[in-house]
């Protein structure tokens, strides 16, 4: 480790102020040029915007270490840990195998005639009524009605899953709001006291309160609920973010609207593409325990070290012409919005189904999205999703 140089401390760069949430990629590029790991001492976060150093972060978890943390707030003073994101292996490898079957493709893929006939009721409403807010009225129902598909959950309504997925991410937020703990010790009330014993035979749900497939989740404590309650609300907020900031991306840039209505079979790769151009999740974090390197940079033991995914999706090295979004990119699919190795997203062949599934029914139904008022986009310093985006669907 002797000969690596120590990383730079230059200006302050600040991912969370409001201007650099609105629109982060200014300030992506400018981290990108100021090298592999830029340390950002008011909040003392190691920072690696560029796809192949944040690949190597995720890929090492021995030295990147997940079980302190995998957001802003470190893990070490809390009584609970989500049981994946938040364990390394043996735990993790435990706690995954247990929960792994209902994901395999073959079973996701028995999901689908439900995801394509809820992706019609929806596309069809939101037709139905023209101009609409497209978060509530395309973005959310379908992650709402897919992981209650999935898990054998049924919420008292989409709303109240949508602002507990939320608070989830938002309550680990640097100057978190204490609604949102609020908010998620409400989610989990709900869930021991209607969502457990309501819950039908054959589910995920059902699954995972027996122990799992293997038998191997801890049947004492806590670990079956927060197993549960994680996969759950993992699934919400972030399948209902890539669908708005779709649509958004698609007003931008109708060129790419009309490509894909005439090629729908590019539509599996338009959602990776989408993934790249904004990852929803905008960063994931790691902690050291001993000193480690990242593109010749020392980071001492005991760092926060934060791969900013939202900039991995826009880094040149990797994408040409990143700025663009091109449904037709050869190499979209290597984005890291989905993370990588052993935290692959668990959920992916499902976000992915649902995202298929929309855009192939609003290609078929809808000529071009049109702004009718301005977009707002969420202050959440985790997701990047929109809270409000009213747009007209001109039929086709
Ligand atoms: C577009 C939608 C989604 C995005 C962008 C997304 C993104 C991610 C990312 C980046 C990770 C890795 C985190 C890390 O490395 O620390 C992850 C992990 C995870 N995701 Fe997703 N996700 C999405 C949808 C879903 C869905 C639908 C589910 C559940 C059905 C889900 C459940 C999980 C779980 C349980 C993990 C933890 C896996 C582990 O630690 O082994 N996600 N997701």
């Known amino acids: 480790m002797s000969n690596v140089a120590a990383a730079p401390r230059r200006d302050a ?36 915007p560029g796809h192949a150093e944040a690949a190597a972060v995720l890929r090492d978890h021995r030295r990147f270490v997940s079980g302190d943390g995998a957001t802003y707030e470190s893990a070490l003073g809390r009584t609970e840990r989500y049981p994946l994101i938040e364990t390394d292996p043996p735990e993790h490898t435990r706690i995954r195998r247990a929960v792994q079957p209902p994901f395999a493709r073959a079973e996701i893929e028995q ?10 009721a929806i596309v069809g409403q939101a037709l139905a009524h023209g101009e609409v807010d497209a978060v509530p009225a395309l973005a959310q129902p379908m992650p709402d009605r897919a992981m209650a598909m999935l898990t054998g959950l049924t919420p008292p309504s989409c709303q109240a899953l949508v602002d507990w997925s939320d608070a989830v991410v938002r309550a680990q937020e640097p100057a978190a709001d204490p609604r949102h703990t609020e908010l998620l010790l409400e989610a989990l009330t709900w869930l021991g006291a209607d969502g457990i014993p309501g819950l039908p035979a054959h589910c995920l749900g059902r699954l995972i309160m027996d122990g799992g497939s293997t038998g191997g989740l801890d049947p004492e404590g806590p670990e079956r609920l927060m197993t549960l309650a994680s996969i759950w609300l993992a699934g919400v907020d972030s399948t209902g973010a890539l669908l708005g900031n779709a649509i958004d991306a698609f007003v931008e840039q109708p060129d790419q609207w009309e490509l894909l209505r ?7 790769n338009a959602v ?10 905008r960063v994931f974090y790691r902690r050291t325990r001993d000193e480690a390197e990242v593109g010749g940079v020392a980071i001492p033991a005991g760092a926060t070290v934060c791969a900013v ?5 826009r880094d040149p090295r990797q994408f040409a012409d990143p ?16 993370g990588t190795s052993i935290h692959l997203c668990l959920g992916a062949p499902l976000a992915r189904m649902e995202a298929t599934s929309m855009l192939t029914e609003l290609t078929r139904r809808v000529q071009r999205f049109e702004r009718t008022g301005d977009a707002v986009r969420s202050p959440s310093g985790t997701m990047r999703k929109f809270d409000a985006l009213p747009v007209r669907l001109v039929a086709a």
């Open 111 to 120: 999901l689908r005639p439900g995801i394509e006939s809820a992706a019609a």
């Open 13 to 48: 760069i600040d991912l969370y102020r409001p201007e650099a949430l609105r629109d982060p990629y200014p300030l992506y590029a400018e981290l990108r040029a100021r090298g592999p790991v830029t340390h950002e001492p008011e909040r003392d976060i190691w920072l690696v």
């Open 323 to 338: 700025d663009r979004l091109d449904v037709t990119r050869e190499n979209a699919r290597t984005h890291l919005a989905l």
């Open 262 to 268: 005439a090629r729908p079979d590019l539509v599996p």
């Open 272 to 281: 990776e593409e989408l993934l790249r151009f904004e990852a929803p999740f």
């Open 309 to 313: 995914l939202g900039s991995t999706g």
